[in-house]
């Protein structure tokens, strides 16, 4: 049973460019969230995803967006690339109700903006 | 707003001792509480949750007990081994069920031989 894969596992990026990053959930899983994890913090909600749409956004600016398809697999785009947002990026899937059955996570796309 | 506070690490222990790590939550309603690990270089892994006041979780030895009335949720095993090193993270699930997950900053356990 495959879990959650995350496209690329690492990637390096100049300050303005956009990057994509990908995530396939969980087989059986419909819901997809992004985190971000700074070194040597906890992650931190960036958004969520159910039924195509952006059910939930965290504190983050408009240069952070995503996408849904119909297969519940995801995208997140980050565009105007800064130095802060070097991180791990983590996808999480889950049913619907995630706050009782939990989250399985990706191993994350190691993002270096240089 | 809502939010975990564990202990700061990191923590180093000999092979076999007693572990805990504490972890207390602010939050409205009633949150999900979980324990997460994650391994060098690796994603998050659910280590155990909670879904409801005294609901103990326990996986692999370790083991945690959703207290409403401290807050807390700390993270316990009976005798570590070398390969639990590693950061854990405590979380609760927002109440407005969404789904979304608030962390810790985690805590690095370090298991010597």
């Excluded at chain 1, 690339?81 to 991180?87: E, K, M, Y």
């Excluded at chain 2, 076999?16 to 998050?44: D, H, K, R």
Aim: proline share 4%; net charge negative.
């Amino acid at each position: 049973d495959a879990g959650v894969t995350q496209s690329p596992t690492h990637l390096i990026k100049t300050r303005g460019q956009q990057v994509t990053l990908r995530c396939s959930p969980k087989s059986g899983h419909d819901t997809v969230s992004w985190y971000q994890q700074a070194l040597g913090q906890g992650p931190q909600f960036i958004f969520q995803y159910y039924e195509e749409e952006e059910r939930q956004r965290g504190n983050f600016p408009d240069r952070f967006s995503g996408h849904q398809f119909p297969n519940y697999s995801s995208e997140l785009n980050v565009n105007a690339l800064l130095l802060g947002d070097s991180a791990l990026y983590l996808c999480a899937s889950s049913l619907v109700a995630g706050r009782v059955y939990g989250y399985t996570f990706g191993s994350g796309t190691r993002l270096t903006v240089v | 707003g809502d939010s975990v506070t564990q202990m700061e690490g990191p923590v180093t222990l000999s092979e076999e001792a007693f572990l805990t790590i504490n972890c207390t939550y602010t939050a409205t309603g009633y949150p999900s509480l979980f324990w997460y690990v994650q391994y060098p270089g690796e994603g998050l892994q659910l280590l155990l949750k909670a879904t409801k006041a005294d609901d103990k979780g326990s996986n692999k030895g370790f083991e945690a007990t959703y207290r409403k009335e401290t807050t807390s949720f700390h993270l316990e095993k009976g005798s570590v081994q070398v390969s639990d090193s590693a950061v854990y993270f405590c979380a609760l699930s927002d109440p407005s069920n969404t789904g979304k997950l608030i962390f810790g900053q985690g805590t690095t356990l370090q298991v010597k031989p």
